[in-house]
């Protein structure tokens, strides 16, 4: 043990290894602390306020001061803290909130297994739909189809569905059989001269091509997120998604939606798949499940999925995977409660009231000479910012400037996330008309600044 540092900040930068976190520059830039909620808003150490536009970690829908969910935290640590639900064990939380997760699911979809995280509830996906494969006598059925710029998680599995180099490289991923797609982003990934609909035909003639190249036999699983989140905000051309779907039936490929941001009002309704136009097999929720009060996933699926997966069970004798906090009383009593406030405040219809005047004060940045493009829906944006609009090119070096304008937003009192090039947004669904009039003119404030030193410097 070293002796202990006199400060927060210096223990922090004595002892943390923070995630996602450049840990040599941390070393000498050390930590923001945050010590206070409000509403849509946080406070540092040093008394400065900030407005949350990314809702924490796009999850904390109703605001960082929400004492209901403390007192039924509260009720049940005393009542009961914990209990598990192995070998059929139960106890009222998890058997209410599975319930009401079954209830606002698409149609069909009745069944409800709780993990601890996305991440553990992607893997979780994977291990079942081999599970279910193994059991119907198709073993060679285990590869899934996942997209560039996909988030799905870090764990082994999960992060091997995600498509972003920086989860892969150094950690040996992918270690599990996945092909990535194109993004299906059509401002960046559109050819020249290509239209959005063309961009959206040969997306699917892409996922065609690799079906019948690996075999339908060997494809387990397609998996994706209705509106890409933590890779950059990005919203599927028009036809995409019921293009997938199409497919997926098709060849008999089970269709995953990752609604771990979309879910619960992130897109004006209750599900991304619903604004997206398609119906899953599996539906994987999180973070606003319990607006991150508590750590909590859950992944729905509908009765066919079930079927196979009780079936094997039976044969078995037993579904080996759960954790020891699955369904956990206090996480399943927050996230009952956040839901009953979700419904109360109607926050699901608020995101869908607010989309107008949230996106369209954004799209008056897409003249800002920093801004390649802004895009969004319902209260999830992002900017792309771009040397040159027309050509995309980027600010050089590569991820450079989002983190530059990120930080101008921090010093206008605004929390948003830098995710390579693109500036992302997704406040609490608390938010009012008054609180996104705010969010713009602090990003713009901090747009402004950083354009005004771009330009001294020669950058533009
Ligand atoms: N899926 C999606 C769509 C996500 O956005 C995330 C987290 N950003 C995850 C999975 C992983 O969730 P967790 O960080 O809780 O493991």
């Known amino acids: ?72 935290a509260y009720e049940q640590l005393k009542r009961l803290p914990y209990y598990h639900s192995f070998a059929h064990k139960a106890h009222e939380p998890s ?21 601890n995280s996305g991440s553990e509830a992607n893997d979780t996906v994977v291990k079942m739909a081999w599970f279910l494969n193994n059991g119907l006598g198709r073993p ?56 959005e609909a063309q961009f959206t035909a040969r997306l699917l003639k892409e996922l065609e091509d690799t079906i019948e190249r690996e075999g339908p036999e060997t494809i387990a699983a397609f998996i994706g997120e209705p509106v890409m989140g ?6 599927p051309p028009e036809g995409y998604w019921p293009g997938v779907e199409a ?12 609604e771990v941001i979309n879910g619960f009002g992130r897109l004006g309704t209750t599900w991304g798949c619903q604004k997206m136009g398609f119906t899953p097999d599996i539906l994987v929720t999180s973070k606003q499940l319990t607006s991150s ?28 995977h759960g954790f020891t906090g699955s369904g956990h009383p206090v996480a399943c009593a927050v996230g009952l409660e956040n839901l009953a406030i979700i419904e109360e405040r ?27 493009e802004v895009r969004g829906t319902g209260l999830i944006a992002g900017l792309e910012l771009a040397k040159n609009r027309e050509t995309k090119e980027s600010f050089a070096p590569a991820g450079s400037m989002a983190p530059r304008v990120v930080a101008a937003c921090a010093d206008e009192g605004l929390i948003v996330r830098a995710v390579y090039e693109t500036v992302a947004l997704c406040p609490p669904l608390i938010v009012t008309e008054a609180d996104v009039a705010e ?17 001294a410097e020669g950058l533009l």
């Open 1 to 72: 043990m070293t002796e202990r540092p006199n400060s927060l900040h210096a223990s922090d930068i004595a002892h943390s290894m923070h995630p996602y976190t450049n840990m040599r520059a941390h070393e000498e830039k050390g930590p923001m602390i945050i010590t206070k909620g409000d509403g849509v808003r946080v406070h540092d150490d040093q008394g400065k306020e900030y407005i949350e536009a990314l809702a924490g970690l796009w999850s904390v829908a109703v605001g960082f001061s929400e004492t209901r969910l403390a007192d039924a």
């Open 95 to 115: 058997i209410r909130l599975a319930e009401k997760l079954a209830e606002m699911a698409p149609e069909g979809m009745n069944r409800v297994f709780f993990t």
């Open 293 to 320: 009060y508590m750590p909590l996933a859950a992944i729905i699926v509908n009765d066919r999925v079930y079927d196979a997966i009780a079936d094997n069970t039976a044969k078995l004798g037993t579904f080996g």
């Open 230 to 235: 933590a890779g950059g905000v990005m919203l």
């Open 140 to 195: 060679e059925k285990k590869k899934f189809l996942a997209r560039n710029k996909g988030y799905h998680g870090i764990t082994i599995a999960s992060g091997s569905l995600t498509g972003l180099p920086g989860n892969h490289k150094d950690f040996d991923l992918p270690a599990i059989p996945v092909t990535h797609l194109t993004c299906p982003h059509y401002w960046r990934w559109g050819e020249n001269g290509e239209s």
């Open 439 to 455: 969010i713009h003119a602090r990003l713009g404030r901090a747009l402004d600044r950083v354009l005004a030193e771009v330009k």
């Open 247 to 258: 497919i997926c039936r098709k060849h008999d490929i089970l269709l995953v939606s990752d």
């Open 346 to 372: 109607d926050l699901m219809g608020n995101a869908a009231r607010l989309e107008e005047v949230f996106q369209s004060g954004l799209r008056s940045f897409a003249d800002h000479p920093l801004v390649g």
